[in-house]
């Protein structure tokens, strides 16, 4: 059997990122071995707030090419108590989302074994989400400015830019991830009453696109109905395509009716695979515990997972699923945030005994 050989830039960034990175990479090599199917060939990139205050810059002005020549990137989190994090966010993980046209950001939520929803009476096969949302324009687009700096008429502009382009390679995203889901839902979320030109022409192209696909049953939802939505009916939900600003909120939303931001991974993808994909746990970098050895790994390791599917390995994939499913039903090797006792350390050394109980 041949091995096949991936190369990766892993970024680790600030806060709790170098921690959860460094427990992925652990599984990763873990499983490398064990399966013999795959080799990962791991380049680390000491990118982030530190170097911004050292070098004035968060990554080398030619990073996003750099990145180019990787088959992925795996990203921890970057955000320090000392730098304002617009600086932050523009000067690494959005300039390389951006640069790189990962436009479409994949946050599958559910409840996995043994965890709880704060929702009542809700388990695992009432919540079983996969929101897909628009990574590369929308609020987030970088449009805007300042004048009058400081002075009582100081005006500030942030323009959020909807392009037909844009919103037709979402929506495909969007419709045909939910034709490969068992229930073949998908629910359109915006804010057209309000938001007449971009979100209008957001709801036009949804009813376009959907006609390639008469087998995905689709609904609207104006956002601040889908918050109420998602939290007394979930199991009406599927699949959920939105905006940039939207699906960051709401996907933080979903990570916490199912458990803990701790578990969430996301994948940002060129889809067309013309540029390196990017995955990374939702969290932030969560100053409050970092170094403390307790931050939760999982949703690292679910990125992870994502990542070895986008890269072919989907026996992997599937086992280190598996794998984080033993963890999370095992109370003992349950970290802090999901009411358990066990440090970053004991989830990834349980992880990795899984691994080799399903191998
Ligand atoms: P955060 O996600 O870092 O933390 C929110 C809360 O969740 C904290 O109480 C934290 O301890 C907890 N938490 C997060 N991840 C956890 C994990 N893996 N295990 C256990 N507990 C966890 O969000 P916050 O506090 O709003 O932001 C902190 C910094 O991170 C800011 O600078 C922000 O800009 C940045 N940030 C970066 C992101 C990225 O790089 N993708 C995403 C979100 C925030
Ligand atoms: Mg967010």
């Known amino acids: 059997m041949t091995t096949r050989v991936h190369r990766i830039a892993a970024i680790p960034g600030d806060g709790i990122g170098p921690e959860v990175v460094d427990a992925a990479l652990t599984a990763l090599d873990h499983l490398s071995?064990?399966?013999?199917?795959?080799?990962?060939?791991v380049d680390r990139f000491d990118w982030g707030s530190k170097r911004f205050q050292r070098e004035g810059t968060f990554m080398p002005a030619d990073g996003v090419d750099a990145l180019r020549t990787y088959d992925s990137i795996l990203f921890g989190a970057v955000g320090a108590p000392d730098v304002p994090d617009h600086l932050t966010l523009w000067g690494l993980r959005l300039a390389i989302c951006q640069g790189l046209d990962q436009y479409a950001n994949l946050r599958p939520t559910r409840i996995l074994p043994g965890l709880s929803s704060p929702l009542a009476g809700v388990g695992p096969d009432?919540?079983?989400?996969?929101?897909?949302?628009?990574?590369?324009?929308?609020?987030?687009?970088?449009?805007g400015g300042r004048s009058h700096r400081g002075q009582p008429h100081e005006v500030?502009?942030?323009?959020?830019?909807?392009?037909?382009?844009?919103v037709e390679r979402i929506m495909r995203v969007a419709f045909s991830q939910a034709q490969a889901r068992p229930r073949k839902r998908l629910t359109v979320v915006t804010k057209s009453n309000a938001q007449r030109y971009g979100l209008v022409l957001w709801d036009e192209i949804a009813a376009e696109v959907a006609r390639e696909f008469p087998d995905v049953t689709w609904d609207r939802m104006l956002v601040d109905a889908m918050t109420v939505r998602m939290t007394l009916d979930p199991r009406s939900l599927d699949t959920i395509v939105a905006t940039n600003l939207h699906a960051d909120i709401l996907s933080d939303l979903a990570a916490a009716l199912a458990g803990s931001i701790?578990?969430?991974?996301?994948?940002?993808?060129?889809?067309?695979?013309?540029?390196?994909s990017m995955f990374e746990p939702i969290h932030g970098s969560a100053f409050d515990i970092t170094g403390k050895g307790v931050a939760n790994p999982i949703g690292t390791f679910w990125s992870a997972s994502m990542m070895l599917g986008h890269l072919g390995e989907t026996e992997a994939e599937a086992q280190m699923m598996r794998a984080i499913e033993v963890v999370t039903a095992d109370p003992e090797s349950r970290p802090r945030d999901l009411g358990g006792t066990a440090s970053t350390e004991q989830v990834t050394e349980r992880l990795c005994r899984a691994l080799d109980e399903i191998g």
């Open 33 to 41: 071995r064990q399966t013999n199917a795959f080799r990962l060939e």
């Open 126 to 143: 009432d919540l079983d989400w996969l929101i897909v949302r628009e990574n590369s324009e929308g609020e987030y687009a970088g449009q």
């Open 262 to 276: 701790g578990i969430a991974p996301t994948a940002n993808l060129n889809p067309e695979r013309a540029a390196p």
């Open 156 to 166: 500030a502009t942030e323009t959020a830019i909807f392009t037909r382009t844009g």
